[in-house]
């Protein structure tokens, strides 16, 4: 018997073919290419894309004009409406000199000398009293304007002491607008 020999042979690729497959593997998909663009004439300018940190710098800075803003017509509002409660109490000013002379003309008629009890023996409250103000006579030559809730405020006290001739502002809670100021009494 005999036996039969197979024999196979193996092709094998020379080096250099194995390194250009090998290469050519490797290598990446050639990129698909650009439209050509339309003929850009003088007015067209390249875009330019917003980053993050630009985006953030137009809101804060749009925030800070907005709070400028705001914040200035506020003030404006309240300083308005601060010239309106002075004008106000300004024109009330005069009826405390009004009660003063009054009551300086009943204490020179009082057989005592004595101030008056109430101010409805000195003035009409009628006529002296306001929506916004009351006034009440107080012992020792004192007139006490109070603020009414029409005023803004209810319980600022303004005494007029007729003795020293001097006001006092009384607030329960100054940190509250509306207020008196000092300033508006001590002309």
Do not use: C
Not at 91 to 106: G, N
């Amino acid at each position: 018997m005999m036996l039969k020999k197979m024999i196979t042979r193996e092709e094998t690729m020379p080096d250099n073919e194995i390194k250009d497959r090998n290469k050519e593997a490797v290598k990446p998909a050639p990129k698909p290419e650009r439209k050509a663009e339309p003929a850009a004439g003088d007015d067209l300018k390249p875009r330019h894309k917003m980053g993050l940190v630009e985006i953030l710098i137009f809101l804060l800075l749009a925030g800070v004009v907005f709070i400028f803003i705001f914040g200035m017509q506020q003030m404006q509002r309240e300083k308005e409406q601060e010239l309106a409660l002075q004008e106000k109490f300004e024109e009330i000013l005069p009826t405390f000199q009004q009660i003063a002379q009054a009551a300086k003309t009943y204490k020179e008629n009082d057989e005592f000398g004595a101030w008056p009890i109430d101010i409805g023996e000195i003035a009409d409250p009628t006529k002296i009293n306001t929506p916004e103000f009351t006034f009440t006579w107080l012992e020792d030559g004192i007139v006490q304007l109070t603020t009414t809730k029409e005023f803004g405020k209810e319980g600022i006290t303004v005494d007029y002491d007729l003795n020293t001739d001097s006001y006092t502002v009384t607030d329960p809670d100054p940190g509250v607008k509306p207020v008196i100021k000092d300033s508006w009494v001590n002309q």
